[in-house]
């Protein structure tokens, strides 16, 4: 096994047909085939189901591919880590970022930090929290920014920011909710208003309405939580999401939802069970006092 027939693999993987794999690799179809059943001889299992015009990943070859993927990425940072030491530069850093929303004390802390360390590189990794906490598992990155919940077994991690959920929408659609003096709205103040829910959440926010009595009116569920927002700027309906998200989206009327078991943390993550980079080790160690630095 080498780097190339990886490479060839994962392509063949990735774009589902010998064909649209060899187009993407400017290749031939024959010495990319020939690539592909050297491995599957060496190894003595099939890698694909091969089909007239598509080719199905076997259990096998699903293997292999998670195995490409984290050694073809951890190839790229190797050569971009060497580029930088050859022009005097500290190695990178790979660290992992959730796409839902801003974290302002991460953006204001790296300013900081890049100010103390002004030759570390970074190499950005945008998902979603699960897919951050599998690229923490198979070390594609050294740390990861990512929202509760999530599992903590073998992880450590640094509290960056705690904020609420907050209904958002339109005017015209919040104007329904029914709110306390204080502004707040609870669930149950949002019986009569379409609601838009961000997905990983749906558990705690229809146990938190049982326990009032409260019938959601649930119009969609959404993976992210950016597209709870886009659908609430159209006035389709109520979004329920972390603060931090409505910084992307200013014009939206919003309450701060009053149930407090509606929290959630954005959170600095490390593997505990196994080393990171230098470069990771001195962010992590960052955060870390500064979080105390606020905590006193």
Not at 56 to 85: K, N, Q
Not at 247 to 269: F, G, M, N, Q, Y
Request: charged letters at 25%; a positive charge.
């Amino acid at each position: 096994m080498n780097l190339v027939q990886l490479q060839y693999f994962a392509a063949v993987v990735e774009e589902g047909s010998i064909s649209a794999a060899a187009r993407r690799l400017h290749l031939s179809q024959p010495p990319l085939s020939i690539q592909i059943r050297n491995l599957e001889t060496e190894y003595g299992v099939r890698l694909l189901d091969r089909g007239a015009r598509r080719a199905r990943v076997t259990p096998a070859g699903e293997v292999l591919y998670e195995y490409a993927v984290r050694i073809l990425e951890m190839t790229r940072a190797a050569e971009d880590d060497l580029e930088s030491l050859k022009a005097g530069q500290r190695t990178s850093l790979r660290l992992g970022i959730i796409s839902s929303g801003e974290c302002p004390e991460l953006l204001q802390g790296l300013a900081e930090f890049r100010r103390q360390y002004p030759d570390i590189a970074f190499q950005i990794f945008d998902r979603n929290t699960y897919e951050l906490q599998q690229d923490i598992e198979k070390q594609r990155i050294d740390l990861a920014v990512i929202r509760t919940p999530f599992q903590t077994r073998s992880l450590e991690s640094v509290v960056l920011r705690r904020e609420s959920f907050f209904a958002a929408g339109t005017p015209e659609l919040l104007s329904g909710a029914v709110c306390a003096p204080d502004g707040r709205c609870s669930l149950a103040g949002l019986s009569r208003t379409p609601i838009i829910l961000y997905r990983r959440w749906q558990s705690a926010i229809r146990e938190e309405a049982a326990k009032e009595g409260a019938k959601l009116n649930i119009l969609c569920m959404s993976d992210d939580a950016r597209t709870c927002v886009q659908w609430a700027r159209a006035g389709i309906g109520v979004a329920l999401v972390p603060e931090s998200v409505l910084l992307l989206t200013p014009e939206l009327a919003r309450r701060e939802l009053s149930e407090d078991t509606l929290r959630t943390k954005v959170c600095l993550i490390r593997r505990t069970d196994r080393s990171v980079s230098g470069s990771a080790e001195k962010l992590f160690h960052f955060f870390s006092k500064r979080a105390e630095a606020y905590a006193r």
